[in-house]
């Protein structure tokens, strides 16, 4: 069994910075390949950043240079740093595993960037 709890949201001026967290439950965390997602309102869960159990890390073009997900195994831990946030941002944020589990959904961290 494995829960995943977002933290670390907030309302944030676009050009500033916020560090999402996620920390999971269970004792497979550390072969999981991860994922932040986010859901903007309207608009399709959209996956932006992912990281292997290996530590090998992708992006989204639209977060690439801005975005950096890490992970801590013994906390049992993925990170999420967003600097030099835009509007566009705006959104609930997930984790996840790559690819994303229904059942490991969580409520999420809502992000929001004011212009």
């Known amino acids: 069994q494995v829960q995943l709890v977002e933290s670390g949201g907030g309302l944030v001026q676009a050009g500033g910075s916020l560090r999402l967290s996620c920390a999971a439950s269970?004792?497979?965390?550390?072969?999981?390949?991860m994922g932040w997602y986010r859901q903007a309102p309207e608009k399709q869960r959209e996956l932006v950043a992912t990281?292997?159990?290996?530590?090998?890390?992708n992006y989204a073009d639209s977060v690439k240079g801005r975005f950096t997900i890490s992970r801590d195994n013994a906390k049992k831990t993925v990170y999420l740093q967003m600097n030099n946030l835009k509007p566009e941002d705006t959104a609930v944020y997930y984790c996840?595993?790559?690819?994303?589990?229904?059942?490991?959904w969580g409520q999420g961290t809502q992000v929001t960037v004011s212009s």
């Open positions: 269970g004792s497979l965390f550390s072969i999981f390949d």
């Open positions: 990281i292997t159990s290996g530590g090998n890390t």
């Open positions: 996840n595993k790559v690819p994303g589990v229904t059942r490991y």
